[in-house]
């Protein structure tokens, strides 16, 4: 068993801010969410959320509605239809779901699933000879088809049948000529999900039927089955497979359908508490196995029964079934493993190439996974029969599969797939041949630190960290699967107390762990192997997944580990490579949540008043807001009147453009022959969609970066003179524009809605030197809300500052406290009011100041102050010119903000 590297992922502190502050979730949450690619506080919510209406339409794949004309204009002349599915559960649960779905609609609909031993994958010119002389006017496929190029064509030079193709396997350069293609993978499909399984695909051609044809029914009588083959079928769970999948699994749970119930009484699942395991390691295995040894077609008469006794008797067949496969499997894992033990030339090359006449074609994909986890190298399993090689490939990675068959080609007879599974045939006298070019191709691509184990972990954490509270929280990263793995933490060098080996042959390792005051079981299945050694050992790291342990109605906190480590900290783990530097974001706190000229504006009031302020604040330089708009510091107690922000005069000139939904355009974003500048409003942002456009828009790849105002600006300039030589994409907030003059661009997106008019006046005066430029505009009705909130913050209410004022009160020994703005703002969020950033703080303070209610100065994140006498005074809020102002910004922008939203019908 090969030792595994650790890799903890790189901690983000102000991506964690971002996301804890706008979601309230903590830190450590949001640190799993940037692990999975999760930068925006939209597609944070999205993911948590999994809202079934943020499905895309169907409409938007390519070939689809053309498909649902060719489907209901055959139901309605009651012409044959033949499904023709796949033999795994994706195709099985496809072709279900399209059989049961047409005959509803009154369509007289049979279904064909090929044999994998006697006819392989895939749409076969038999079937279509016999499905024309049999009268069927219409042909979908089901998880299969789009490589049928030839067997389309005879069936259109033959009179038919037509053909629908619905797949999600990679296209080839050729694409059937078919009446219609439904693949979402297709270059010319704009879908914008393209990792559906092929029961995703059916399911979304079954949503736009079911409209076309005045919804009789709902489709999602039909999550159960969508569920079921989307985890079988190993997709990312994320995006709508993660959608399907989270709002599946109830539905899966609490089935109508006879032969769902049936297969999960067979199994000894609790339907109404399954899980995506549950799913993936004992249901799916038994439905697979019907297709791996004898005839798939038992699963979709299961699937498709009304009786439950016949339901029955099918789910015990395919649990024998899955028996009789488990023993196959584990008698040709033994004979490879022979194999590579007596001829160590052969274990010893990078790519294993297994071959034996013994071995059943349909387990030898499931051993190839296994002999991967072993021995972490590429494995290539084949099955001899009659001189033909029928061969499964499962690979690591870092070596894509597809490709490395693709450069084999001339031994092989047929192969398909893709990166990290493959099926292929050859003739037997090739095997050789096949060994040493896929090794030939291995060596030129594969590296040494490919072939070297890694295990990503979320985060270091502590025993202390682990809390029911945590547990709870992390939950809603469910379900887990392929592409959103569960949480995966390192526990660094904790004593063990005790630990034995426990289970049938102690296959396991029970263990007692303590850090501190805090000792926690900890249990880890097939890891008993460990017991002796870390028995002797004093520290021991960790790699664990939280949990909760139910026993006798008792629950207790456990680690459940999943690989351990004897050896130093330093030798078992890494740090993942830098990101570009936050500069200066680290030290500008919350108010990188803050519209970055609402700052400038009160930075600079609060020094015409004298007053200290925090030294986030200093680290932004005030370009934005020129000294005229600044009030005297000596206004006394009349009021201060703010900038104008906006004037009756401005008219329509202050309206800016109706906005649009922005990730799905970022994503879609190409290159112009200059540079394109995102606008937005803050600091925060600016980070949030420069990282969305790294993640999620592979054509500005090493030519995006991003610019705010608490970077340096001999930075900022000489950033923004890169522009056109290999910057291809700037974030910028308004206050950059100013530094702008002479950089060539051809677009302005504004990606977030200014806070502040002159933030538009600005952005629309930089347009005007170039000709014809129009200012675009990505952002939804939330984003002005954002902006409200911001504003109300800005100006705390008399609510707000009196319990604020309370608090400093309660805090302070005799006349004098301290307290920081961190513990400043749980207390007020403990008491029911909720801040985002320290803004309230810093202009409340600044209040009390102004009425003689106390001194006070910042020091890093800590406000000193000392209290003055009340004297038995009756405060006045208008008394305070830093009271009025803000309420002036505040009504200002709000009067700006309801301009632009009235305007625009958000």
């Known amino acids: 068993m090969q030792k595994k590297r650790w890799l903890v992922k790189t901690a983000e502190p102000v991506m964690q801010l971002i996301l804890a502050r706008k979601l309230g979730v903590s830190p450590l949450m949001a640190q799993l969410l940037i692990n999975r690619g999760i930068y925006t506080v939209r597609e944070a919510r999205e ?215 049936a297969l999960c009484q067979v199994c000894g699942i609790q339907s109404d508490k399954i899980t995506a395991w549950d799913v993936g390691f004992i249901l799916a295995p038994r439905i697979n196995a019907a297709g791996r040894l004898d005839d798939a077609g038992l699963v979709v008469e299961m699937l498709l029964s009304d009786d439950y006794d016949s339901a029955f008797t099918k789910a015990q067949l395919l649990n024998k079934a899955n028996q009789e496969r488990q023993n196959l499997e584990a008698v040709t894992l033994a004979e490879a493993l022979v194999m590579l033990e007596q001829n160590p030339e052969l274990a010893g090359r990078d790519v294993l190439v297994l071959a034996s006449a013994n071995w059943h074609p349909g387990v030898i994909g499931i051993v190839a996974s296994r002999l991967v986890d072993r021995f972490y190298k590429p494995v290539l399993m084949i099955a001899c029969d009659n001189g033909l090689g029928k061969g499964s490939a499962r690979s690591i990675k870092g070596f894509h599969l597809y490709n490395a068959l693709e450069y084999c080609a001339d031994c092989l007879v047929g192969y398909g797939g893709h990166a990290m599974a493959a099926g292929f045939s050859l003739q037997v006298e090739q095997i050789d041949a096949l060994r040493e070019q896929i090794n030939t191709y291995a060596a030129a691509h594969l590296s040494e630190a ?129 990101l570009q530097p936050e500069y200066s974001l680290h030290s500008a706190g919350d108010l990188i949540l803050v519209p970055e000229t609402i700052t400038c504006l009160l930075q600079q009031f609060m020094r015409s008043r004298g007053y200290p302020v925090p030294p986030e604040m200093n680290a932004l330089w005030p370009t934005v807001v020129t000294r005229d708009e600044v009030p005297p510091a000596d206004s006394g107690d009349k009021l201060i009147q703010a900038p104008a922000l906006i004037t009756p005069s401005a008219g329509r000139s202050c309206q800016i453009p109706a906005g649009v939904l922005r990730e799905k355009k970022l994503v879609r974003l190409s290159q112009t022959p200059g540079c394109t500048l995102l606008v937005v409003n803050c600091a925060a942002n600016a980070l949030q969609v420069y990282r969305y456009i790294e993640e999620h828009n592979a054509q500005f790849t090493g030519a995006v970066t991003y610019a705010h105002g608490y970077m340096p600006r001999d930075y900022v300039n000489e950033l923004l003179n890169k522009i056109n030589h290999h910057i291809k994409l700037a974030v910028v907030t308004p206050i950059c524009l100013n530094e702008a003059d002479g950089v060539s661009f051809d677009r302005i997106i504004l990606v977030r809605p200014p806070a502040v008019a002159a933030d538009w006046q600005l952005l629309k005066s930089l347009a005007s030197t170039r000709p014809a430029l129009e200012i675009e505009s990505l952002y939804s009705s939330e984003d002005w809300e954002e902006n409200r909130s911001c504003l109300e913050e800005l100006a705390p209410d008399r609510d707000v500052l009196a319990h604020y004022y309370a608090l400093l009160r309660s805090l302070a020994l005799g006349d ?75 009504s200002n922008g709000l009067h700006w903000i309801n301009l632009n939203v009235k305007a625009s019908g958000a």
């Not at 985890?231 to 709002?247: F, M, Y």
């Not at 000193?864 to 006045?876: A, E, S, V």
């Open 816 to 890: 004098v406290g301290s307290c920081s703005k961190t513990a400043l703002l749980e207390r007020m969020a403990g008491a029911g009011y909720f801040m985002h950033t320290c803004i309230s703080l810093i202009v409340a303070t600044a209040v009390f100041a102004d009425l003689g209610l106390l001194q006070f100065y910042w020091q890093e994140d800590m406000l000193k102050y000392k209290l003055l006498p009340l004297k038995g005074r009756k405060m006045n809020l208008t008394a305070s010119p830093t009271f009025n102002w803000a309420h002036s910004i505040k």
């Open 47 to 261: 993911f948590l959320n999994v809202s079934i209406a943020e499905l895309y339409p169907p409409e938007l794949m390519r070939d689809l509605p053309e498909a649902v004309e060719i489907i209901s204009k055959t139901l309605d002349r009651a012409g044959k239809i033949l499904v023709n599915g796949d033999y795994d559960v994706d195709g099985v649960t496809g072709t279900t779901l399209l059989v049961h779905v047409l005959r509803r609609l009154g369509g007289q609909v049979e279904y064909y699933i090929p044999h994998r031993l006697s006819e392989g994958y895939g749409l076969h010119t038999p079937v279509l000879q016999k499905a024309r002389a049999s009268g069927v006017e219409l042909v979908i496929t089901v998880d299969c088809g789009i490589s049928a190029v030839a067997e389309v064509d005879e069936s259109s030079r033959n009179g038919g049948p037509v053909i629908i193709i619905t797949d999600h396997h990679e296209p080839p350069t050729e694409l059937p000529l078919a009446a219609a293609v439904i693949n979402p993978k297709r270059k010319d499909c704009r879908y914008p999900f393209s990792d559906l399984a092929g029961v995703g695909v059916a399911f979304k051609l079954v949503q736009a039927l079911l409209d076309k044809r005045g919804n009789p029914f709902s489709w999602e009588e039909y999550l159960d089955l969508v569920c079921l083959g989307t985890i079988a079928d190993i997709v990312p769970l994320q995006g709508e497979n993660r959608i399907l999948v989270k709002h599946g699994l109830p539905h899966l749970g609490n089935s109508a359908r006879p032969g769902l119930q």
């Open 450 to 578: 490919d072939t070297e184990q890694v295990m990503e972990l979320d985060a270091l954490v502590s025993l202390q960290d682990i809390t029911y509270e945590l547990i709870n929280e992390i939950e809603q990263l469910a379900p887990y699967g392929h592409g959103n793995p569960g949480p995966l933490f390192a526990l660094k060098r904790a004593k063990v107390v005790n630990c034995r080996g426990v289970g049938k042959n102690n296959a396991h390792l029970k263990m007692l762990l303590s850090e501190q005051s805090v000792a926690m079981d900890g249990i880890g299945f097939n890891l008993g192997q460990f017991a002796g050694e870390l028995a002797a050992a004093r520290e021991v790291s960790v790699a664990f997944t939280p949990g909760v342990n139910t026993w006798q109605g008792r629950q207790t906190l456990q680690v459940k580990v999943q690989d351990v480590h004897i050896e130093p900290w330093r030798e078992v783990v890494e740090q993942q490579g830098g």
